[in-house]
């Protein structure tokens, strides 16, 4: 009991601290007082005093808080969202050795962000950052090589990043490896190896290996099993798993026929962009009465609501 006493005591303190080396000119302390503000550590989390933390502390030449300030611009958080202003400090960052800056800065030149499209420099930040062993600079670089985009394509290559990153766990590189497993490219055919891989990064929580194990188990007609991937998926807003989930209580396919939900899945996989669920969202619409369609664009509201409606067991068609 006399810890928990004593600790908002500390906090206090440990935040007066570092706010006066903060003001003081310290950068390091800047930063850390940034990142306080930033998540909320010790004080109210506030983004927009965090930005200015972060800049005093940037412009000393602190390399992590170059690449916050970055992030920052990038996703608009305590400040006007500016790509241009999101290069400007991923490049200082990224100049000054701070490897997840180099990731960024390869990406904001692979799509053309804050910078024209530049697919040799953006090969080079990812490969600076993919050669110290960051996970998201080698599953990039491995996609340069695998899409060929300003490098000649080269699977082996691809193969080469994406298992570095896989090996730290990295979803997205586990799929990606998965896939040259399954098809044969790069290195031998092993759809057993494919399969695990998909497994294991849908275990993480990547959406598109989770939407393809459902598909899969729904070939094999294993249909809860497909529904617990779909959901998985669909809850992180794959649109296909959400089309696909649609689809099968629109139509009854081995679950009990529900337009309810079909509709509510078909919307959200319709703003997440499937144009495939927009055709099939028109007819479940034509057969939805005027009340029952508030109904369905309520559960579309209500998401808790929608999955517990299909996690209910009585929506399988038990055989």
Wanted: proline fraction near 2%; aromatic fraction near 12%; charge should be negative.
């Amino acid at each position: 009991m006399f810890k928990s006493l004593l600790r908002p005591l500390l906090h206090a303190f440990n935040f007066k601290k570092i706010t006066k080396l903060a003001e003081s000119g310290d950068s390091d302390a800047q930063n850390k007082l940034a990142k306080m503000y930033h998540f909320g550590s010790y004080v109210e989390q506030d983004y927009s005093k965090a930005v200015s933390w972060y800049t005093k502390s940037a412009n000393q030449g602190n390399s992590e808080s170059q690449s916050i300030l970055g992030e920052m611009y990038e996703y608009g958080h305590g400040v006007e969202q500016n790509d241009i202003q999101a290069f400007h400090w991923y490049e200082k960052a990224a100049e000054n050795g701070n490897v997840y800056a180099q990731n960024s800065l390869g990406w904001m030149y692979e799509k053309g962000k804050g910078i024209e499209q530049d697919y040799e420099q953006s090969l080079f930040w990812y490969r600076k950052a993919a050669q110290q062993g960051e996970a998201d600079g080698q599953f990039n670089l491995g996609m340069m090589y695998n899409l060929g985009h300003g490098v000649l394509k080269n699977h082996r290559e691809a193969f080469k990043w994406f298992n570095e990153a896989a090996q730290q766990e990295y979803p997205p590189a586990q799929a990606s490896l998965g896939a040259l497993y399954f098809e044969g490219l790069g290195i031998s055919v092993n759809k057993n190896m494919a399969l695990s891989l998909y497994e294991k990064a849908a275990s993480n929580g990547f959406a598109p290996a989770q939407t393809y194990l459902g598909i899969l188990c729904e070939e094999k007609n294993q249909i809860a099993e497909a529904i617990i991937w779909y959901r998985k998926a669909a809850q992180q807003g794959e649109s296909s798993a959400l089309t696909n989930l649609g689809l099968m209580y629109g139509l009854g396919q081995n679950v009990f026929k529900n337009e309810l939900i079909a509709y509510a899945l078909l919307e959200m996989a319709v703003v997440s962009g499937n144009e495939t669920a927009l055709d099939i969202r028109k007819t479940i619409a034509k057969s939805l009465a005027a009340s029952k369609m508030d109904e369905a664009k309520a559960l579309v509201q209500d998401p808790e609501k929608l999955w517990a409606l299909i996690d209910s067991r009585q929506n399988l068609k038990l055989k």
